[in-house]
Nanobody, 123 residues
């Protein structure tokens, strides 16, 4: 299977910046889509940004111009750079990845989630 581990969360003042990282490990053959989601207290998990293997990106309207998603295919890692942070951005941030992995002579598909990293924007 494939495991995802996020890092980089923390407490930041409004207007500040953070950079989240998510590293995938395991018997990975390919990673296709990578994405970031977030879940605020009392709310459903929402998609905020995605990046394809070729580097094409999409964003939730509310984070466009402030957040940047990127990936390093050689290191099976995705990043989320967050600028001009607002209290409304406070949430647990989860990364997501899908693709294929090796198990014996097979290469089945996987979809995995990270455990999440807390981002708190407060003065």
């Amino acid at each position: 299977q494939v495991q995802l581990v996020e890092s980089g969360g923390g407490l930041v003042q409004p207007g500040g910046s953070l950079r989240l990282s998510c590293a995938a490990s395991g018997s990975i053959r390919t990673i296709d889509a990578m994405a970031w989601y977030r879940q605020a207290p009392g709310k459903q998990r929402e998609w905020i940004a995605g990046v394809t293997r070729d580097g094409n990106t999409k964003y939730l309207d509310s984070v466009k111009g402030r957040f940047t998603i990127s990936r390093d295919n050689a290191k099976n890692t995705t990043f989320l750079s967050m600028n001009s942070l607002k209290p409304a951005d406070t949430a647990v941030y989860h990364c997501y990845a899908d693709g294929t992995f090796y198990i014996d002579t097979c290469t089945p598909m996987f979809s995995s989630w990270g455990q999440g990293t807390q981002v708190t924007v407060s003065s």
